[in-house]
């Protein structure tokens, strides 16, 4: 009797974004909801890497000698400025197409940035490690989120930190990020989110220090209509990111 072997990929999933990546870097295409938050995400990011490292903030090249992995990268919307700040990016996607359009846009900007079609879990299984390891918006769209959560805790080194951005499964959630932002404003393609899947921030933090990391922090993010911004907050009942960190 043969086994198949655990892996976090859903090829649904993969093809639905597949199907996608010629728009990844169209700020008014479908990735236009992601080009918006980008900004409030990138900043906390850079914050808390200088925070912790002990980084120079007015520094050009802050992130120099850091090792960072962003996993589920898609086209490189992240890996792109974290490179320009220094850092030497590894940017994962189990969707081929994604890498290909990541790479091109790469050399048409002058960056070099390690893009793999690979996964978290033949990341560890190659036992590589990270200073950073971005989990952005990547975890309600796994197969197996216990095994994705364990492969991108295994793959921080010790003293490093990892970001994790997903969607909260309340009903503020279901009424604005599916059906609002799918359905009727027309954000998003139809489909691109299952509320099913949405994880709550006890769910992810259980995750994380069952994996061996502390929780340093945790935001919500909110959309300001006004503002036509994201912004950090109290509120993590739609949008929220916890940051961790594997103690020395």
Known sequence: MTSTARTTV??????????????????????KPLHKFNPVRLA??????????RRDANAI??????????????GG???????????????VDAA???IAIARIHAEQSGLEIDYR?????????????????????????????????????????????????????????LAFAVIGAEYVLGWLPRGTHDWNKFLTPDEI??????????????????FHPLADEWRLSRDMGINYMVLANRPE
């Open 44 to 53: 906390y990011i850079r914050d808390n890497l200088n925070r912790h490292f």
């Open 117 to 173: 079609a690979t996964t978290s879990e033949a990341l560890v299984a190659a036992g590589e490690r990270y200073d950073v390891v971005l989990n952005m918006e990547v975890v309600e769209h796994v197969e197996d989120v216990p095994l994705y959560m364990k492969s991108c805790a295994d793959l921080v080194a010790p003293g490093g930190l990892m970001f994790t951005a997903t969607l909260n499964r309340t009903a503020r959630a």
């Open 96 to 98: 081929e197409r994604n």
């Open 205 to 222: 933090k259980a995750e994380i220090t069952r994996n061996g990391l502390a929780v340093l922090d945790e935001t919500g993010v909110v």
């Open 61 to 74: 090249r802050p992130f120099e000698g850091l090792k960072v992995l962003d996993v589920g990268c898609g």
């Open 10 to 31: 859903n090829d649904a999933e993969i093809a639905k974004f597949t199907a996608m990546a010629e728009q990844w870097w169209d700020p008014k295409g479908k990735f």
């Open 77 to 91: 919307l992240l890996c792109e400025p974290l490179t320009r700040l220094g850092a030497a990016v590894t940017g």
